[in-house]
Nanobody
Framework: QVRLVESGGGKVQPGGSLTLSCAPSGSVFSINTMGWYRQVAGKERELVAETSRSGNANYGDSVKGRFTISRDNPKNTIYLQMNSLKPEDTAVYYC???????????????????????WGQGTQVTVSA
């Protein structure tokens, strides 16, 4: 069973920076979109940032200009660089990845059969003086 492993959470003062990282625990056939979501108790989970395999990124309005998502495809790893952190950024941050299963055809090309969303266990980010 594939798991997404997150790291990099913690406590930081307002205006500070943190970097989160996320990668699957083992080998996978394919990974498409990967991203970060966050959730505060009593509220819905919201998009922070996501990136396609080709590097096209999409950000939540509240983090545009402050957060940057990047991706290392050979390592199947994404990073979230968070700058100018605010107390309202305090939340549990979850990694999400669309992971596919399939096979290789006679020409050695990948044939995708199924794709499912996987979630990490979450990492706490606290922004407080």
């Amino acid at each position: 069973q594939v798991r997404l492993v997150e790291s990099g959470g913690g406590k930081v003062q307002p205006g500070g920076s943190l970097t989160l990282s996320c990668a699957p625990s083992g080998s996978v056939f394919s990974i498409n979109t990967m991203g970060w979501y966050r959730q505060v108790a009593g509220k819905e989970r919201e998009l922070v940032a996501e990136t396609s395999r080709s590097g096209n990124a999409n950000y939540g309005d509240s983090v545009k200009g402050r957060f940057t998502i990047s991706r290392d495809n050979p390592k199947n790893t994404i990073y979230l660089q968070m700058n100018s952190l605010k107390p309202e950024d305090t939340a549990v941050y979850y990694c999400k990845a669309d992971i596919g299963t399939g096979y290789y055809d006679d020409y050695g090309e990948k044939v995708l059969v199924n794709e499912f969303p996987y979630w990490g266990q979450g990492t706490q980010v606290t922004v407080s003086a």
